[in-house]
């Protein structure tokens, strides 16, 4: 039986491709110790870091503003609703 594509009983290509593929058996990483792979882990954080932008103070004073506000908007409406689904349930429930 067939379809647009080809037949259902013969595997794809890309199947085929992927069974031929051998594993790797340890590869550059089996060559090094774990005190040199450890070294070259901190290089890469701190190559890392280096790439950051850090904010500015000004940036950091309203980025810190703008989330206190928020959070602070948040908890006023929770408690606003807790508040209000209190008052139903002793309604509802005597």
């Known amino acids: 039986m067939t379809d647009a594509v080809g037949s ?7 199947d085929e491709v992927q069974e031929t ?9 089996a060559k090094k110790g774990p005190l040199k792979r450890l070294g070259t882990f901190y ?9 950051v932008v850090w904010p500015t103070r000004n940036q950091l004073t309203s980025y810190t503003t703008v989330v206190i506000f928020f959070v602070a908007i948040m908890i006023a409406l929770v408690t606003v609703i807790d508040y209000g689904l209190n ?5 509802v429930f005597g």
């Not at 290089?43 to 790439?51: M, P, V």
């Open 8 to 14: 259902i009983d013969t595997p794809d290509a890309q």
């Open 43 to 51: 290089r890469q954080i701190i190559a890392e870091l280096r790439k």
């Open 87 to 91: 008052h139903a349930a002793k309604y």
């Open 21 to 29: 593929k051998k594993a790797r058996k340890g590869g550059k990483r």
